[in-house]
């Protein structure tokens, strides 16, 4: 890693400490300094999040036009506006208001972080974006995890003041990492032509727009395993409560640890070969979840262990490599566009998420990870479909891809 991208790496990571420090007691502030009823408050952060939805279209094409680097920057000084907001306010109003300039910045940062991690691959020291997609993924998952663990820490002595004091921290760093962002070099390579029909050429790339369909489903299993879990051990198993702190930290350590050799073993692999393989272990491993069921209490918590192992191999090699897909898949001078409207499919995926396992739940336990587990089927046979329609230069890793 070149010296110069010192401050990005930098900026990601005090980035993701402060949210991981703010996000795990984020209701609770709410709840407990401007006393808002956790059932307003949800519905508030929903609202918020729903009206910023359209954000993706338009920060795609602030990208094309200004670059990456510039709104990436500003992304977290609007972030940092949003969260240190959240210290002025006294009712709905303006939570409301604080809240939208939040989720606004957020959708910033997701629609235009990946497209500067292109621009870093591609004029980087032939490392290939999949590892500068899996360093971006360890730093921001080491920096969630450690902040985390802080606020964990912290919740033992839950008062106002701490309340304050972890917000204040949040912002901060996004103040900090907007500074170091400042001090990042990144040279703008014009695009050969002029820009080619804007979103109307997206709207006509069918296979692109399959990707983003197929990755959807890829995403909601992404995000089931902290989502689903603690529910499941604590209504649907014969397993001890505690088990879910170890299992989700292991799963946390291993993605912050792992991403890079990961990247490096299915190196050989296409890239669209390497979602089928992620699909057909999340497949696996919703199936041996609903089996947990079955499962003697004496050797349930290994079980688990095992199974969790599963998740997190496929969440290894998904994330690098589908965002890897998706920018290769990009003509260079829509990049900026492709790659924000490619974040709809984890947007999808949260918005889907909650009621898609609530629903199945109640309906009967085994049924959210085997309906799981079809369509991760379902996606990984779709990945062999649009194998035959994507760009054949987008399928595999530069030939001087390296570690």
């Excluded at 519905?43 to 729903?50: H, I, P």
Aim: net charge positive.
């Amino acid at each position: 890693m070149a010296g110069r991208t010192v401050p990005f790496f930098a900026a990601l990571s005090i980035d993701a400490l402060g949210t991981g420090l703010f996000i795990p007691l984020s209701l609770l502030y709410f709840a407990k300094v401007p006393k808002i009823d956790l059932v307003t408050v949800g519905l508030l952060l929903s609202v918020a999040g729903a009206v910023t939805l359209p954000m993706p279209v338009l920060v795609g094409q602030l990208v094309d036009r200004f670059g990456a680097r510039a709104i990436v920057t500003a992304a977290q000084f609007v972030q940092a506006a949003g969260f240190l907001g959240y210290l002025a306010v006294s009712g709905t109003v303006s939570l409301v208001f604080a809240a939208v300039v939040a989720s606004a910045g957020q959708r910033m940062f997701w629609s235009s972080v990946f497209a500067l991690v292109a621009d870093l691959a591609e004029r980087g020291e032939a490392k290939g974006p999949e590892r500068w997609f899996a360093l971006v993924g360890m730093a921001q998952t080491a920096g969630l995890g450690a902040g985390g663990l802080i606020s964990g820490l912290l919740l033992a002595v839950a008062t106002e003041q701490t309340f304050r004091l972890l917000l204040l921290a949040n912002g901060v760093t996004f103040v900090l990492a907007g500074v170091l962002l400042l001090f990042l070099r990144v040279e703008r390579k014009p695009p050969a032509g002029p820009t080619r029909g804007g979103y109307r050429v997206l709207l006509a790339d069918r296979p692109y727009l399959g990707l983003i369909a197929t990755n959807a489903i890829f995403a909601l299993c992404s995000v089931f395993l902290g989502l689903a879990l603690p529910v499941y051990v604590v209504d649907g198993l014969d397993a001890p409560g505690w088990v879910v702190g170890p299992l989700l930290a292991g799963n946390t350590i291993l993605l912050a640890l792992g991403q890079t050799t990961a990247v490096r073993i299915v190196k050989p692999l296409a890239r669209t070969r390497v979602m089928m393989l992620a699909g057909g272990l999340w497949a696996v491993w919703g199936v041996t979840s609903a089996l947990a069921l079955r499962v003697p209490a004496a050797v349930l918590v290994p079980y688990l262990v095992l199974c969790t192992l599963c998740f997190t191999v496929a969440e290894l090699v998904h994330a690098p490599v589908s965002m890897s897909l998706a920018s290769e898949a990009a003509p260079p001078d829509l990049r900026g566009r492709y790659l924000a409207v490619f974040q709809y499919s984890f947007a999808i995926a949260l918005v889907i998420a909650p009621g898609f396992f609530s629903v199945l739940f109640t309906a009967g336990r085994p049924l959210p990870w085997l309906t799981l587990a079809a369509l991760a089927l379902l996606g990984a046979a779709a990945m062999l479909v649009l194998e035959r329609r994507l760009p054949r230069e987008s399928l595999r890793a530069s030939p001087v891809f390296r570690t």
